[in-house]
């Protein structure tokens, strides 16, 4: 976890506020992810980048944008939040081409935001 | 639809009991299937991967099964501690190095003194 750190790792804000969730990776990896983590349901992918500039939707894209300003730092920002956003954040890294040693598609996660909004 | 799904939802065991955990899967084309440890508070860290070619593989006091006839793979605990309170993720890429997860919703696992 140390290699992949998340701020803030605790957040509450009203809604309508815009928040920014920041994350910085020191392994070297070009891939980068954000997920949200709701009670009850499986880690779902909201933004994905492959390298600077990259910039994809995954399965949970709207309300939320991304920005990938360098290899190391990729953050999420919601530009009015929502009491339904209220979830846990998670920032992922991995590795390309994917290592066949590690079984091609690991991905390193950051400890997580908590984030309320009321 | 891929889907994986884990059962149970939660179990509180015994510290020094033994558990087992379910994880079926209909992930389509199946490369691999990775078991995550996700303590309180903190991200997932991976536990073990299975690839297609295997059935049995060890880490410590866990191992992980797969059967990719039936879609199938358990993560057994054997002599369980305090500190394996955790929730254990079922996770299954969509194809061969593919970034596509699909996530299982996790067993929530308790030890108890």
């Known amino acids: 976890d140390a290699d992949v750190t998340q701020t803030p790792r605790n957040r509450i804000t009203k809604t309508g506020k815009r928040i920014m969730l920041e994350c910085s990776q020191t392994k070297g990896h070009d891939r980068m992810y954000w997920y949200r983590q709701d009670p009850g349901l499986g880690l779902r992918l909201i933004y994905y980048?492959?390298?600077?500039?990259?910039?994809n939707k995954g399965e949970i894209s709207d309300g939320y944008s991304v920005s990938r300003q360098a290899q190391a730092k990729f953050s999420l920002s919601l530009e009015s939040a929502i009491p339904n956003q209220t979830a846990l954040y998670f920032c992922?890294?991995?590795?390309?081409?994917?290592?066949?040693?590690?079984?091609?598609?690991?991905?390193?996660f950051g400890p997580g935001t908590r984030l309320t909004v009321l | 639809k891929n889907q994986v799904e884990q059962s149970p939802q939660s179990l509180i065991i015994l510290e020094g009991k033994n558990c087992t955990l379910q994880c079926n899967y209909t992930v389509s084309p199946f490369s691999n299937l990775r078991w995550y440890k996700q303590d309180t508070g903190r991200g997932p860290v991976s536990l073990t991967i299975?690839?297609?070619?295997?059935n049995t593989k060890s880490n410590g006091r866990y191992t992980a099964t797969l059967d990719a006839d039936t879609k199938q793979s358990s993560l057994h605990i054997t002599a369980s501690q305090l500190s394996d309170s955790a929730s254990y993720i079922c996770v299954v890429p969509r194809g061969a190095g593919s970034y596509q997860l699909t996530f299982g919703k996790g067993t929530k696992l308790s030890v108890i003194p």
């Open positions: 980048s492959f390298d600077v500039k990259d910039i």
């Open positions: 992922a890294t991995s590795d390309f081409p994917p290592r066949r040693d590690r079984g091609g598609n690991e991905q390193f």
């Open positions: 299975m690839t297609f070619s295997e």
